[in-house]
């Protein structure tokens, strides 16, 4: 059983449309990132949630840590082809040197 | 500036053979990280490096893998014997090692291993 479920795995929409992925786990977080990973690339950095009920916007990226600090979600306010991407979320261990991801999600963003 | 840069992009090998992944970390980056992706998978941690030491190697699935990090700068992933169950991206990140706070990790691009 993985650690982190992500859902849905595969989103394909078309420019414009509105979209939510989502991260979920049993157990409780002390914090989450997200991450997006382009074809050929490793994986980036987009935010780190800590907080239970935490809200935290980038530009048209919407993060959401669940109060209970067992789930998460990503909303992404009229998308565009740029991003088109792998969006993973991954949690940290306590000294901070292990990061063990979700499945992700791949989402493509038609013009 | 550079980030952190992987050798080869991609490597085609028969089962078997004997493969090295090379890493170049972020300048200053004493922290240095391996991880595998599989086809449609999140990375799955391998082994960490702080310094020239292999801090945890909880990871490495079997003992065909091994890296070093010998001069605490580039590091090389070693597989031996591949498989065609080793086909997968290797990911290299590198961090700061700054105490009391979360240091970034940033990843190379990795390198495509494919088993034949």
């Keep these: 059983t993985q650690l982190l479920e992500q859902s849905p795995q595969f989103l394909s929409i078309q420019e414009g449309e509105n ?10 977080f002390s914090s989450l ?13 987009l935010v780190t949630v800590v907080t239970g009920g935490e809200v935290k916007k980038l530009k048209r990226l919407t993060f959401q840590f ?7 979600s990503l909303h992404i306010t009229a998308a565009q082809p740029g991003d088109t991407g792998l969006y993973l979320c991954a949690l940290r261990n306590n000294a901070g040197n292990m990061l063990t991801f979700g499945g992700g999600t791949r989402l493509m963003v038609k013009p | ?19 090295e992944l090379r890493c170049d ?21 391998l082994i960490y490096f702080q310094g020239t030491g292999a801090a945890d190697d909880s990871g490495l699935p079997n003992d065909r893998f091994f ?8 590091s090389t992933l070693k597989i031996q014997r591949t498989e065609r169950g080793d086909s997968a991206v290797y990911l290299c990140a590198s961090s700061l090692a700054l105490p009391g706070v979360y240091n970034e ?12």
């Design chain 1, 66 to 72: 669940g109060d209970a600090r067992k789930d998460s």
């Design chain 2, 25 to 45: 970390p972020i300048s200053g980056h004493t922290a240095l990280y391996w991880y595998r992706q599989s086809l449609g998978q999140g990375p799955e941690f």
């Design chain 1, 19 to 28: 979209l939510t992925v989502y991260c979920n786990s049993s157990s409780v």
């Design chain 2, 67 to 74: 890296a070093v990090r010998p001069e605490g700068s580039v």
């Design chain 2, 1 to 19: 500036g550079a980030g952190v840069s992987q050798t080869p992009s991609n490597k085609v090998t028969e089962k078997g053979k004997y493969v």
């Design chain 2, 105 to 116: 990790q940033f990843f190379g691009p990795g390198t495509r291993l494919t088993v034949l």
């Design chain 1, 33 to 45: 990132q997200w991450y997006r990973q382009e074809p050929g690339e490793g994986p980036v950095l």
